[in-house]
């Protein structure tokens, strides 16, 4: 699967990594689907979830998905 990303956007303190998960997230899969397409554990997963919420202040991941569309974050 080929993930673009806006370059500006991965100096928002989002790893690309991070920002993977995020589009796979805004796609509707689930932790475990999500797991798997990127071989990591599905714990790792929620962890990426849960620091980016923290990381840009939000209180749940649909606050990171809309302003990752906002901020047009995805390629």
Same mark, same amino acid.
């Given at each position: 699967?080929? =993930?673009?990303?806006?370059? %500006?956007?991965?100096?928002?303190? =989002?790893? #690309?990594r991070e920002i %993977?998960?995020?589009? $796979? =997230?805004? $796609?509707?899969?689930?932790?475990? %689907?999500? #797991? ?15 620091n980016m919420v923290?990381?840009?202040? !939000?209180?749940? #991941? ?8 906002? %901020?047009?974050? !995805? #390629?």
């Amino acid at each position: 699967m080929t =993930i673009l990303v806006n370059q %500006e956007h991965l100096q928002s303190n =989002i790893s #690309a990594r991070e920002i %993977e998960v995020l589009q $796979l =997230i805004s $796609l509707g899969f689930s932790n475990k %689907e999500i #797991a798997d397409k990127l071989f990591i554990s599905r714990l790792t997963v929620e962890t990426h979830r849960r620091n980016m919420v923290k990381r840009m202040g !939000f209180k749940n #991941a649909y606050q990171l998905v809309v302003w990752a569309f906002k %901020e047009r974050v !995805f #390629a």
